[in-house]
C-alpha cells in the first residue's frame, strides 16, 4: 500500500491537530475525508488537507477510498464509531477515552476478539513520549530496584464551567491510569480520591485539586495530584520512587534567564506543545503499523482497562472509600 487513505470522524481541537501532523509533517498516511457534525468545521479541517466532506460517520466508514479511521469526536461519540469501524473490518485510530463506559469498552473489545483481528488503538499518547520513555527504560533495566511508589501530578492553568469533578479523571487523569501501570508493569487493585481544601478558583460544582490515589498488585502506592485550576501553566510530573534510587521524568526543556535579579525558567502552558512530540511518534507509528495490518499502540483492552479504573475512582469521589478495580484477566487475543 502507497499511502494509506484516512477519514477522520470529529474535526475539533486534536481532530485538526491530527490532520495538519498527517498532511504537512508525517509520512504514509493522506487524509481523504472528513466529517463532523458542525458543517462549518468539516468544510474547515477538509481545507487543511484538500480532503471531502462526508455527510456521517457511518457514510466515512463504508466509503471505499478509506483505509483507515481516525475517531476524534466527543467521547460520547466514540464507540459507535469504532464498532462501525470493526464491523466494516478497518483499522480505527481512537482518542481517548475509548468509550464513556466499562460497558462500551468492552462490546469494543468483545466484537474486536469476535472478528479475530486487532483494529483498534487507543490515543494515549504517553507511551509514546520520550520522557516517559526513559524513565521505563531505567525502571526495566533493574538499576534503581524495585519501584515502591509513584508520585505525579497533572496540572492544567484552568478549566472552564462546563467541567466537573468526575472529568478529572475520565477527561485528565485517564492518561495517567493508562501509562502508569504501563511505566511500573503492573495491574491496579484499588482506588481512591482524596479531597484537599479547595481552590477559590474552581467554579462553584467543581473539586479542586484533587489527590488520586492507586495502589497494584505488587503493592506499588501511586499518588496523583490533578489540579486543573493552578493557574500557572500545564504541568506534568512523575517521579518513581525505587528501592535502590529516585528516578525523576525530564520537565521539558527552556532556557534560564537572568533579569531583574532573578533566575527563571518557562513553565509549559499548552498541552498540545508539551505533548507535540509524542503525538508525533504516536501517529506516524499507527499509519507504519495499520499499512503492515497491526496495531503496536495501547489497544482495545487497555481503553477498557482504563475505563474500569476510571468507574473505581469516580465512584470513590463519592464514597470517599477505598474501591476494588476488578478487570478480570487479559485475554490471550490482548497479551503482548
Ligand atoms: P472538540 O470539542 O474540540 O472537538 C470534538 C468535535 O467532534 C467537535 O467539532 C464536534 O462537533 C464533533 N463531534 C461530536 N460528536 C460527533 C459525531 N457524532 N460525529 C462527528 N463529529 C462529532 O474536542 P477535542 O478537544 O478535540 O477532543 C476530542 C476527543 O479527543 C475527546 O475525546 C478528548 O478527550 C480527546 N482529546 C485527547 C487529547 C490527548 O491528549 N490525547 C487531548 C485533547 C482531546
Ligand atoms: C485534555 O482533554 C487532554 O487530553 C490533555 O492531554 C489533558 O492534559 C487535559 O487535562 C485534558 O483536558
Known amino acids: 500500500m502507497e ?7 470529529g474535526a475539533g481541537a486534536i481532530g485538526c491537530e491530527h490532520i495538519k501532523r498527517i498532511t504537512n509533517k508525517l509520512s504514509g498516511g493522506k487524509i481523504v475525508a472528513v466529517t463532523d457534525i458542525s458543517g462549518e468545521y468539516a468544510q474547515k479541517a477538509a481545507a ?3 480532503a471531502r466532506v462526508e455527510k456521517s460517520g457511518e457514510a466515512l466508514i463504508k466509503a471505499s477510498d478509506v483505509d483507515a479511521v481516525i475517531v476524534t469526536s466527543w467521547g460520547p461519540a466514540h464507540a459507535e464509531s469504532v464498532l462501525q469501524a470493526i464491523a466494516a473490518g478497518k483499522p480505527v485510530f481512537c482518542e481517548k477515552p475509548l468509550a464513556t463506559t466499562a460497558q462500551d469498552c468492552r462490546k ?3 466484537a474486536e476478539m469476535a472478528l479475530g483481528k486487532h483494529l483498534v488503538q487507543v490515543g494515549f499518547m504517553r507511551r509514546y513520549d520520550k520522557g516517559y520513555n526513559q524513565v521505563k527504560e531505567i525502571l526495566e533495566s533493574g538499576e534503581a530496584g524495585a519501584p ?16 466537573s469533578t468526575s472529568m478529572a479523571v475520565t477527561d485528565t487523569v485517564i492518561h495517567e491510569i493508562d501509562c502508569l501501570h504501563w511505566l511500573v508493569g503492573d495491574q491496579y487493585v484499588s482506588a481512591q480520591v482524596l479531597f484537599p481544601k479547595n481552590s477559590k478558583y474552581a467554579h462553584k460544582e467543581l473539586q479542586d485539586p484533587q489527590i488520586m490515589l492507586l495502589t497494584t498488585e505488587s503493592g506499588i502506592r ?14 506534568i510530573e512523575c517521579e518513581v520512587c525505587c528501592e535502590g534510587a529516585i528516578v525523576r521524568m525530564p520537565e521539558p526543556s527552556f532556557p534560564l534567564i537572568r533579569k531583574d535579579a532573578k533566575r527563571s525558567v518557562a513553565i509549559e502552558t499548552d498541552w498540545k506543545r508539551r505533548f507535540a512530540d509524542a503525538y508525533d511518534t504516536e501517529i506516524q507509528d499507527w499509519i507504519n503499523s495499520t499499512k503492515k495490518g497491526q496495531v503496536n499502540g495501547p489497544s482495545a483492552w487497555d481503553g477498557y482497562l482504563a475505563a474500569v479504573t476510571a468507574d473505581a475512582l469516580v ?14 484477566s487479559c485475554p490471550n487475543f490482548y497479551q503482548k
Open 222 to 235: 501511586i499518588d496523583v495530584e490533578a489540579f486543573v485550576n493552578c493557574q500557572f501553566g500545564y504541568d
Open 108 to 110: 469494543i473489545v468483545d
Open 3 to 9: 499511502e494509506l487513505r484516512i477519514g477522520v470522524i
Open 315 to 328: 465512584k470513590s469521589q463519592t464514597t470517599g472509600a477505598v474501591e476494588p478495580i476488578e478487570t478480570g
Open 48 to 50: 487543511i488537507s484538500g
Open 148 to 163: 515502591l511508589m509513584v508520585h505525579c501530578a497533572h496540572r492544567n492553568a484552568q478549566v472552564d464551567d462546563g467541567y
